[in-house]
């Protein structure tokens, strides 16, 4: 795993780990499962599922997008608040390839397959060369600068992306084809879409073999090294700007791939669409614990199930409250998160 | 794109005001008198705004003097990044007020920039006359006013006169008007016969506003409000547990408080599959537009119903010549908005209002207190879209609005109503 963050301040660690820290979280997450529940019980049971696959779909669109935060977080303690930038601009640039590629709306479904891989492809590599020029730009002359320098700069590059993606498209909401099938499938009077299955398969696809890369390749080696003492790794020999632009590389892969499965699956994107998607992005990859990949796959899943749930059963206008109130309560309760920061051994 | 032609056509038309303004006022010309406009222009509110913007050019392209004075417009732009900013919509008053040639302003079309407006406005005092504004708390003390929307109309005026006033009909008809067209026993136009709507928000003064009220008269009339629920639109992009829940409650209708800009069509995008065909998409003037219809993808259409805060000038024989004026100097189905002609006719009202306070100035430039004047005496006014008077609140006597359905890809006239 990448991880690091070893320098927690020693208070918050140990207030963490409070006891009195900890029963007042238990607390509150109990009394949030009951009156769940409690709502459950009032509507059918098929309701539940639905509102459940809905939740898993959109986290797992979010897990995506945690992914690339806590990836940069963990080699070079960045919050690259471009990310969500970056994702949109995945969205942006596979709507204007897929009238190259003859994809439009309503036309035959399974023959998209193959084009859509295309463009699928075309943009990863296209976002992804953005992101690494961005790290090159605006993040690798500051890398030995005090903290808040590149973390204005990320903001910067976050404006100059949503400017020039205004400038190119417009403010416009903008209509994204909706090409995976709608139909329902109906298992045991549980109404679950085909589009949601989908969308949740994708994204596990790329989760399991992006984890597996990070696990078991020679690259993947050297950025977990990266992660844990750059100077260490570079006496190792590893390259170190070669690696950490592999992280922004494969970061943004993963971003542009969530961008067009956001599409997919939303059917409307625009310009400014990657502000409040990276900031519940970055929420789930604090509250699974930055630096952790398994962890922000899970943030990603629950914080889109606890949304889903809040405007299922709840009142909605509560949906953006709860879910900051879990990451200041993540990070006064728990600063390392669900699955806790990977702190590297010494 | 459009937008750039629209812009284009409106740069024409400005060169050629101006080009018969010098001729035909010549060296007679007393001087010159400007009317402002403060619309939205740019961006994702353009759709609405400028065709309106255009309306009112061409009511004083039309005019081209009053009195001997040379008429000009001078448009302002209240959007910031393609939306409608209250902010910016105070600093186009303060510059108008700076300017001394202005004697009154066409707008805003936002109610929540109205709301940051008025008190500027009311305190110097200049003239506002706004083509779309239907918040009705912005005119009518109403007991809720304070709870549900943080101002009353005392509230917005520091002075003792009324400076604003509107041509559309108040929220409190635009709500229960779709309501009781909703619940009325079909077939059509006479209403749709549903007894079970979901009502959403975009959580802005106009959205929450028009919501409630149709909730209110939907409720009144028997029918039941399944769902309510409130969105932010900066945040709110997938709509489909809204939906699921609207479809669980089992309603047969969704009305949105919302406009396009804010996202108020997105969920109708998203209904294919979840929904059956016949589900009815329902909302106020805001949704009534291209953006809507765009964002709805493949679910534009024919149970998509909004009202329009005027009337349809093209239903009107007597505007007939004029509407074809128009569309004669503006072609495109892009620059006829449903607010077009209602900004024709605040140009109008205002130009003839200035005339009149000309007269009782005895021919002399007059005030912008005595512009206001005016117009508040302004007695059934003939325009395009109705014929004009206002209550003492600055409201018309007599508000008229129209019912649109989405047919084959256009908003498209169903019926109308007179309150």
Known sequence: ?346 | MVRARGLAVLIIAAFVAFACGGTSSGSGSKGEIDIATDLPVSGADASSGLPTQQGAQFAVTRAVTVRGYTLKLMPFDDAVNGVHDAQKGVQNVQAMLANKLILGMVGPFNSGVAKAEIPVANAAPLAMISPSNTNECLTQSLSYCQAANGFTPASLRPSTINNYFRVAAPDTFQGPAMADFALHAGPLPAGLGITKAAVWDDEETFGQGVANNFAKEFSAKGGTVVDRKSYDPKAKKDFKDFLASAKDKGAQAIYVGGTSATGGCIARGQMAGLFNPDIYYLGPDGIGDAQCLKDSGSMATGNMFATQGVSDATQNPAAASIVAAYQAAYPGSSNVGAYTFAGYDCAAILIDAIGRAIDANSGNSPTRAQVITAIAATANFKGLTGTYSFDANGDPTHPTLQLQQVKSGAWTFVAQFQQ
């Open chain 1, 1 to 346: 795993m990448i991880g690091a963050l070893a320098r927690t301040p020693a208070t918050l660690r140990n207030f963490g780990n409070s006891q009195r820290a900890t029963l007042a979280g238990l607390l509150i997450v109990a009394v949030a499962v009951v009156l769940t529940i409690q709502h459950v019980l009032q509507h059918d049971p098929s309701y539940f599922f639905q509102i459940l696959t809905i939740g898993i779909a959109d986290g797992s669109i979010y897990a995506l997008i945690a992914l690339g935060y806590t990836m940069v977080y963990g080699i070079i303690e960045l919050i690259n608040f471009a990310h969500g930038d970056v994702f949109t601009l995945g969205a942006f640039i596979s709507l204007a390839l897929f009238p190259v590629f003859g994809i439009a709306e309503g036309g035959t479904g399974y023959g998209y397959v193959l084009p859509l891989l295309a463009v699928a492809v075309i943009t990863m590599g296209l976002v992804a060369v953005v992101n690494v020029a961005i790290e090159r730009v605006a993040y690798r002359p500051l890398r030995h600068a005090p903290r808040l320098a590149p973390l204005i700069t990320a903001i910067g590059m976050s404006s100059i992306l949503e400017g020039a993606m205004y400038l190119w498209k417009g403010p416009f909401n903008l209509h994204y084809p909706d090409l995976l099938p709608i139909t329902r499938l109906n298992i045991n009077g549980v109404s679950i879409g085909v589009k949601d299955l989908i969308v949740l398969t994708m994204a596990i696809v790329l989760v399991v073999a992006f984890t597996l890369f990070i696990n078991l390749s020679k690259l993947g080696k050297a950025m977990r090294a990266t992660a844990q003492d750059r100077d260490a790794a570079q006496l190792m020999g590893i390259d170190i700007n070669r690696t950490i632009a592999a992280t922004f590389f494969i970061g943004a892969v993963l971003a542009g791939a969530g961008g067009i499965i956001y599409g997919l699956y939303i059917n409307n994107v625009d310009f400014s669409l990657g502000f409040i998607t990276g900031l519940f992005a970055f929420t789930a990859a604090v509250f699974g614990g930055i630096g952790n990949i398994p962890g922000a796959a899970i943030g990603g899943l629950l914080i889109g199930v606890i949304a889903a749930f809040n405007n299922g059963y709840f009142d909605s206008a509560w949906t953006e409250i709860v879910i900051f109130g879990i990451l200041i309560a993540t990070l006064v309760f728990r600063p390392t998160g669900l699955l806790g920061m990977r702190v590297p051994e010494k």
